[in-house]
Every structure is written in structure tokens, then in C-alpha cells.
């Protein structure tokens, strides 16, 4: 089992930037892979960012040379630092966990969410 927990969401102005953070305990020697997905009002979830143990990462071309993911594995710890944000970027961030042999675009384990609201 793996537990993800997540934090740094809130409301900002467009043009401002957030930096979410979401901690890993449990099995984390299982992961491949973790992710930032997220939900808008009525739309389904997409992924956001991704980064893999060795280093990878993939992005939506939405949101390509805006945001960054990174990962701190002495503190089991991912990132998503988020520039230059755009009120459609407003929606539930997800963080979730890939096991070995499984791919980001179906996690296995979701955090609990964060929101993020960006205002015109």
C-alpha cells in the first residue's frame, strides 16, 4: 500500500504561481512512477505531469514551459511547481503513485486531491 498526501493548493491570480508538494509513505520501493493529474468541472481527469525513478518526465502540452515536476526522494516527497497560471488551469490536482510495471497513465494509488482556482 501506498499513501500520498498532498498540499499547496489555493486560490491565485492569473499570471501567479503555486507549488504543490505531495509526500509518499508506505511501500514507496514499489513506485515507478508519480504523477500530477487533474479535474476540472465537467471535464475528465488528464494528467498533468509525470516523472519516472529515473528521471523522465512528460507533460501536457497545456502546460509545457509553465509548470516543472520534480521529486525529492530523500524526502519521498514530488513537486509541481506551477507558473504563470491560467484560469483554465483551475481544478482538483490529483497526485498519484505507478507501481513497477505499470504505466502513469493508470496509477494505482490517488492522493486525496487539492484544489487550485485561478482568477482573471
Known amino acids: 500500500q501506498v499513501q500520498l498526501v498532498e498540499s499547496g493548493g489555493g486560490l491565485v491570480q492569473a499570471g501567479g504561481s503555486l507549488r504543490l508538494s505531495c509526500a509518499a509513505s508506505?511501500?514507496?520501493?514499489?513506485?515507478?512512477?508519480m504523477g500530477w493529474y487533474r479535474q476540472a468541472p465537467g471535464k475528465q481527469r488528464e494528467l498533468v505531469a509525470a516523472i519516472t525513478s529515473d528521471g523522465s518526465t512528460n507533460y501536457a502540452d497545456s502546460v509545457k514551459g509553465r509548470f516543472t515536476i520534480s521529486r525529492d526522494n530523500a524526502k519521498n516527497t514530488v513537486y509541481l511547481q506551477m507558473n504563470s497560471l491560467k484560469p483554465e488551469d483551475t481544478a482538483v490536482y490529483y497526485c498519484?503513485?505507478?507501481?513497477?510495471?505499470?504505466?502513469?497513465?493508470?496509477?494505482?494509488?490517488w492522493g486525496q486531491g487539492t484544489q487550485v482556482a485561478v482568477s482573471s
Open positions: 498519484a503513485a505507478t507501481l513497477m510495471g505499470g504505466s502513469y497513465y493508470s496509477p494505482d494509488y
Open positions: 508506505g511501500s514507496i520501493f514499489s513506485i515507478n512512477a
